[in-house]
């Protein structure tokens, strides 16, 4: 199967550069996976798509203020680090620009000294493996310098740092946002759950490979990078019950479904808590486990997050929804409108 056959042409203006004022105001394309039919609603009717006893399943990561600006200790030049990976204790596997700039053994100063790391490790493409020093809680020295590690089709600037955030994310350690959640409030999430839908929590913390492009030309070629997930007993135990009582179980985002077909995989079809790195790559022809439909963005043209969803609902049913969405002016990618599959 070509990489190519998961194009489409989108028109620059129309991804989103900023959040909407109100996260559930976002626009919701409702499509039927069996017959390809759409319809258009706002997200925050997405409960009249739901049943009594149907469950929603949210990833409940929280990014990391993972962009640093700093300096280089014996010129002064100026140094960008990303955080990606917590490999033990106060070393990170990074990504460095300028990368030549930093050799093993180069320190990097952030905000005037209250941070600084030194390089142990050079990595291709970028990488660097940097050793961390400072006073107290680093996670709080990151919260006072670090900035969002927003997409890199994103230009404007984040005036509010929360909103790359979902309103329930709780566990560190994200390098993006799990974005189809960014479109729920409290209140929403309240009102969802009077009306007697279940919602569950699962982590995958999200890497850098999310933006990372297809580079090569058949799908089956890619490897997908790995990434760290976590299923409680509870979720599993609840999921378990739902799946069991026949209703449906619906993923909020990619990383959401991954994480549940990972697991469903492993297990007969069934859910249980555990925890460590998938790296599953679904595509057209993968059989689901675990899901019965999705809450999902707009997606990049030729990118492993279409591909997904065209293995969910058909590639000719998406590649139709993205033609309207385009036609009618929805907005795409991380801040921008909503799909449900179903």
């Known amino acids: ?29 409702v499509l039927n996976k069996e017959t390809g039919t759409i319809e258009h609603d706002v997200f925050k009717q997405i409960k009249d798509y739901l049943q009594p006893g149907d469950c929603l399943v949210l990833n409940d990561t929280r990014v990391l203020p993972a962009r640093l600006f700093g300096e280089k200790e014996e010129t002064g030049a100026k140094i960008e680090v990303l955080l990606l990976k917590q490999q033990e204790g106060d070393r990170w596997e990074t990504l460095v620009k300028p990368a030549k700039r930093i050799k093993k053994g180069t320190r990097i100063y952030f905000g005037h000294g209250l941070l600084s790391a030194v390089c142990v490790e050079e990595l291709g493409q970028g990488g660097r493996i940097l050793d961390f020093e400072y006073e107290g809680i680093f996670y709080e020295v990151l919260d ?32 993006a946002a799990p974005t189809a959640g960014l479109h729920f409030t409290e209140e929403l999430l309240e009102e969802i759950q009077a009306a007697g839908i279940h919602i569950a929590f699962i982590t995958l913390h999200v890497g850098l490979g999310t933006f990372r492009p297809v580079s090569v030309d058949e799908v089956d070629q890619h490897k997908m990078h790995s990434e760290y997930y ?69 997606h990049l043209p030729k990118s492993t997050l279409i591909m997904l969803v065209s293995s969910l609902a058909s590639r000719e049913s998406v590649l139709h929804a993205y033609e309207t969405a385009v036609k009618e002016r929805y907005r795409f990618f991380s801040f921008g409108d909503a799909m449900l599959i179903i």
């Open 1 to 29: 199967m070509k990489v190519d056959l998961f194009d489409f042409h989108l028109p620059e203006e129309l991804i989103a550069q900023t959040p909407l004022a109100d996260r559930s105001s976002s626009r919701l394309m």
């Open 144 to 175: 006072q310098l670090g900035k969002m590690p927003l997409p890199p089709y994103i230009k404007e600037q984040l005036d509010d740092q929360d909103r790359y955030q979902t309103v329930y994310a709780r566990e560190r350690g994200s390098a």
């Open 230 to 298: 976590q299923m409680s007993e509870g979720t599993a135990a609840l999921l378990n019950e739902v799946k069991s009582s026949g209703r449906k179980i619906i993923s909020v985002g990619t990383t959401s479904t991954r994480t549940l077909e990972t697991i469903a995989s492993a297990c007969d079809g069934k859910f249980q808590a555990m925890g460590g790195w998938t790296d599953i790559f679904i595509f057209p022809g993968y059989e689901f486990k675990a899901i019965d439909g999705m809450i999902t963005n707009f």
